[in-house]
Nanobody
Framework: QVQLVESGGGLVQPGGSLRLSCVAS????????????LSWHRQVPGKERELVAVIGTAGGSTNYADSVKGRFTISRDNTKNTMYLEMNRLRPEDTAVYLC???????????WGQGTQVTVSS
């Protein structure tokens, strides 16, 4: 089965930077990493999960939530089955659990990482 392993979360002061990584493995059904749209989401307890950034299958198309535009960058390396989220000029309101996701439409498949905590605090 597909497994996503995240790393890079932690504590950072306001204005600082972090880079999150998500490595995917376990593709056994003929549809590999390069065929999925990738996204990063974040969730705060008691609030709805928020879509942060999306990147297309070839990496040429990206979209960002207004709250992170100009500060965050999503990228992917299809040769390494890895996706990244570069976070700069972090703010306290960026504090959340960040999750990576792989999604296909037909057939519908959606996989999630375990989530990694990002805390922005002085």
């Amino acid at each position: 089965q597909v497994q996503l392993v995240e790393s890079g979360g932690g504590l950072v002061q306001p204005g600082g930077s972090l880079r999150l990584s998500c490595v995917a493995s376990g593709f056994t059904s003929g549809f590999t990493f390069s065929g999925y749209v990738l996204s990063w989401h974040r969730q705060v307890p008691g609030k709805e999960r928020e879509l942060v950034a999306v990147i297309g299958t070839a990496g040429g198309s990206t979209n960002y939530a207004d709250s992170v535009k100009g500060r965050f960058t999503i990228s992917r390396d299809n040769t390494k089955n890895t996706m990244y989220l570069e976070m700069n000029r972090l703010r306290p309101e960026d504090t959340a659990v960040y999750l990576c996701s792989l999604r296909s439409i037909v057939p519908y498949r959606n996989y999630w990482g375990q989530g990694t905590q990002v805390t922005v605090s002085s």
